[in-house]
């Protein structure tokens, strides 16, 4: 899989699947020298570090990029959350 952002839903328990977006890459914005994926679940204000999670794949949104800096690193995240919303309106999905 290349280095890029998608729409996700994470399975958290059997029930639960909220909305989230995936972000697979070197995070060149600060030269980064190893690939990480990270995984933001929309509406969710619990640690999730350390736990086993099912992300699947549900649209591209974007290749990876190099931003000038923080500021404009979080413009792109909003935007991206913002897509992911008009693609997945719920935060749970049945």
Known sequence: MRDSKHITTTKLSRTRRPASAKA???RPT???ADRALEV???DWDKD???KNLRVEFVAWIRGQEKFEGVPALVSAMARDV???RGCL???EIP
């Open 89 to 91: 309106p719920a935060s």
């Open 48 to 50: 999730l570090r350390g």
């Open 40 to 42: 933001f679940v929309l």
């Open 82 to 84: 913002e897509r992911v």
């Open 24 to 26: 697979l890459g070197m």
């Open 30 to 32: 600060f030269d980064g």
